[in-house]
């Protein structure tokens, strides 16, 4: 599987040349620098850990300082590992946008959604409301009603959809197409939207 790291900038629209308005968002992918390089006599697995984003040393822990300058580049904010990567390369090699990807190439984007706290069920599972009907919550009309069954099981049942803290989860949005590269800015757009706020690093893929 190959990959790379990008930071997701917005989002804006391109015109196909009959017109068409796609819609499609700005991930910027700076250089990635590979890591470290697993490999199955070793560590069990093929793998190519790849480092994205400028870190300040003093913050850095100093297991990693050591670990990044074995691999000969100052530290990096985002580590991520990518089993069985198909292309050749060394420990200290920087990957470009052009090095791993193309235009009109399918891919998975996977970031971390926008975190919005403790939520109710209208707005977390889209409940409509109980609204002027007795369904045991009197009358408030945003709850979530009666949650427990009768003498049998005499439980709330695992997996039951109530208020709880909504989003901040890792969500992975397939089958995205790389509209355009833009090698000068290192941006890639890619077709629809992508999970995270601006300026949240998120993980491009393709088997």
């Known amino acids: 599987m190959k990959g790379l790291i990008g930071k997701k900038l917005g989002m804006t629209r391109v015109f196909k040349e009959d017109g068409t308005s796609i819609g499609v968002t700005i991930i910027e992918v700076e250089p990635n620098v590979v890591v470290q390089i ?23 822990p100093k297991p990693l300082l050591k670990h990044f300058e074995k691999a000969g580049t100052t530290p990096k904010k985002k580590l ?58 009197k009358d408030q009309e945003r709850h979530g009603g009666s949650i427990g069954a009768a003498t049998f099981p005499a439980r709330v049942v695992k997996g039951k959809r109530m208020a ?17 590269i833009l090698p000068e800015r290192n941006w890639v757009l890619v077709k629809g939207s992508v999970p995270g706020p601006k300026g949240e690093f998120v993980i491009l893929r393709k088997k």
Do not use: C, W
């Open 38 to 60: 697993r490999t199955l006599e070793k560590d069990g697995y093929n793998a190519v850990q790849l480092g994205a984003g400028e870190r300040k040393v003093k913050n850095t």
């Open 164 to 180: 709880g803290r909504m989003g901040n989860e890792k969500v992975t949005i397939k089958n995205l197409e790389i509209v355009k």
């Open 80 to 137: 991520v590992e990518f089993r069985d990567f198909p292309i050749e390369v060394e420990v200290g090699q920087t990957l470009t946008i052009q090095d791993v990807f193309s235009e009109g190439e399918i891919i998975d984007v996977t970031g971390r959604s926008k975190g919005k706290g403790f939520q109710g069920v209208v707005k977390r599972h889209g409940f409509s409301g109980v609204g002027g009907q007795t369904h045991g919550q």
